[in-house]
């Protein structure tokens, strides 16, 4: 089973493909969708869907988890970012894939225990879980790493 983890943004979208066989767990590849800066939201939404039907078209998963919508201090973010959500399920449902939702304090108490846990806390349990030499980086890729990893656990997937 692939499963494909997505952080919203219309600025910068993170990325992460988990592979699940028999309960292992295999980091495939992460990283992030970056659109073109000072152009209409409009244009940006379409580079997002673009980004997300070619990567769904290369990999295949079986799952797609997106980001749940916390609140917002910036109405118009929120707005914005509630759009790309959008164009990722639209993507996802047209791909004939499943979609989870998780929000970011679901993904951080699975992963670090601590539905508080700050950034750098997540990083360093997802470079453990993973064995990666680093942490992942931007925060943007490592949140997919999050979500894909929350969608890797559900054991209704399987």
């Known amino acids: 089973m692939i499963i494909l983890g997505i952080d919203p943004g219309t600025t910068t979208t993170g ?58 201090t910036n109405l118009k973010t929120g707005i914005d970012v509630a759009q790309a959500r959008g164009v990722v399920m639209y993507e996802s449902i047209r791909a004939d894939t499943k979609i989870l939702e998780y929000t970011p304090l679901q993904v951080k108490k699975a992963i670090t225990g601590n539905g508080q846990a700050n950034k750098l806390q997540l990083q360093n349990a997802i470079k453990m879980i993973f064995k990666l030499d680093e942490i992942p980086k931007p925060d943007d890729a490592a949140d997919a790493i999050g979500l894909a990893y929350m969608g890797a656990l559900n054991n209704r997937l399987t």
Request: proline share 3%; net charge neutral.
């Open 15 to 72: 990325f992460a493909l988990i592979k699940k066989e028999s309960g292992n767990f295999t980091l495939l590849d992460y990283g992030i969708f970056k659109t073109t800066p000072k152009i209409d939201l409009a244009i940006k939404l379409l580079e997002i869907g673009n980004d997300i039907k070619e990567i769904i078209s290369s990999f295949k998963p079986d799952v797609v988890v997106i980001e749940k919508l916390f609140f917002q």
